[in-house]
């Protein structure tokens, strides 16, 4: 498992070994919840891409922009991005994962 590129781990009969050098570790005995793993971390890239595209976007129009916006401007512009890719990746909590 060491050498695998993504260790799984049965929480529940795993043995201690494999849940401490597994990347990833489900709590329950059944397979099934690897296809809900695979769906969240699929929903999670997405996100980050979001957030990683939504920065750059803000930065190339707020301090790109022939340098119009001031030094403060320019700080409210990174703040504002930092609070909304948090909200955005808030929205991983609320989804159901059925």
Same mark, same amino acid.
């Given at each position: 498992?060491?050498?695998?590129?993504?260790?799984?781990?049965?929480?529940?009969?795993?043995?201690?070994?494999?849940?401490?050098?597994?990347?990833?570790?489900?709590?329950?005995?059944?397979?099934?919840?690897?296809? *809900? %793993?695979?769906?969240? #971390?699929?929903?999670?890239?997405?996100?980050? !891409?979001?957030?990683?595209?939504?920065?750059? @976007? &803000? *930065? %190339?129009?707020?301090? #790109?922009?022939?340098?119009?916006?001031?030094? !403060?401007?320019?700080?409210?512009?990174?703040? @504002? &991005?930092?609070?909304?890719?948090?909200?955005?990746?808030?929205?991983?909590?609320?989804?159901?994962?059925?």
């Amino acid at each position: 498992m060491a050498t695998s590129d993504v260790g799984i781990s049965m929480g529940g009969l795993g043995s201690d070994v494999a849940i401490e050098t597994a990347d990833v570790i489900i709590q329950t005995d059944q397979p099934s919840k690897i296809a *809900k %793993a695979i769906k969240i #971390g699929r929903s999670a890239r997405r996100i980050v !891409w979001q957030n990683i595209g939504l920065a750059f @976007g &803000v *930065k %190339a129009v707020v301090l #790109g922009a022939g340098g119009l916006a001031t030094m !403060w401007e320019a700080v409210f512009a990174d703040v @504002g &991005v930092a609070l909304l890719a948090i909200i955005n990746a808030v929205r991983l909590q609320k989804m159901k994962w059925k």
